[in-house]
């Protein structure tokens, strides 16, 4: 299984416009993040977890030519605007999958009300499938993937347990039942949104925390905002097995 971070960014991105910011001035490419999305491949599968704002210049920055589904996480902009983007896909492949709980399903129907439109449809609009999960397992190519409930303030969200891969984006909070069905993972990753406390994102010290429960081989960060600091002055006061992510970062499964 090959993961590819597409963006590991906050919902504003990094830089942030007109921001001054120390990190968003920096010139180190590993300080530059598009909103956060994962593709995750095996096989022949190929899969996002979520698709926001930046999809289409995350799509062509890993040259990626087949999708053939997204998962979604919740339905914040940041998380979902970019579901228009999938057209591409779409003209090639046809009605292009998507899997979300029930109430983000309705939520994007109600952004994106072209693209479900069933009836004198535009054209030139993608098509999706929806496909509804619930906090149980279901199949996605030839695995059973893993729903982890979580609470993004007090809003639902699911991480997703992809056999020995976890991720975890946009959580505040995780019930102890839900962090057992992480146990045994090899790459957990995890939500840092910057030091100081935040409403409704784990700050480094909780996603530390997280990360010592679960004691996966490695941990890497993501969603991670200006304010968390330079990225490696960060990843220098970090647990060894535990990492800050970057856009466009690889890790293969296989090789560890």
Excluded at 16 to 37: A, E, W
Excluded at 189 to 215: G, P
Aim: proline share 5%.
């Amino acid at each position: 299984m090959k993961i590819t971070f597409l963006g590991t960014g906050t919902s504003q991105g990094i830089p942030v416009i007109g921001s001054t910011h120390p990190v968003c001035l920096s010139t180190n490419p590993k300080d530059k993040r598009l909103r956060v999305s994962v593709l995750i491949e095996w096989k022949n599968y190929t899969y996002v977890v979520d698709c926001g704002p930046d999809f289409r210049q995350q799509m062509l920055n890993v040259k990626c030519n087949k999708l053939d589904g997204v998962i979604f996480t919740h339905e914040h902009a940041d998380h979902t605007a970019g579901l228009d983007d999938i057209r591409p896909f779409y003209f090639k492949q046809g009605d292009i999958p998507i899997y979300a709980h029930k109430r983000v399903l309705k939520a994007l129907k109600r952004r994106f009300d072209y693209i479900f439109e069933t009836e004198n449809k535009y054209a030139g609009a993608p098509g999706v499938k929806p496909i509804r999960i619930e906090n149980k397992p279901f199949p996605l190519g030839d695995l059973q993937v893993v729903p982890i409930n979580g609470w993004h303030y007090k809003l639902q969200v699911f991480g997703f347990r992809f056999d020995d891969f976890a991720y975890l984006t946009d959580m505040k909070t995780i019930d102890d039942a839900e962090v057992e069905k992480l146990k045994g993972v090899k790459i957990l990753v995890v939500n840092a949104l910057r030091e100081t406390e935040h409403i409704s994102h784990f700050n480094l010290k909780e996603a530390l925390a997280l990360i010592k429960k679960v004691n996966p081989e490695h941990a890497y960060l993501t969603h991670i905002s200006h304010m968390m600091g330079f990225h490696d002055e960060v990843e220098q006061k970090l647990p060894k097995n535990v990492f800050l992510a970057y856009d466009n970062l690889e890790i293969n499964l296989n090789n560890l």
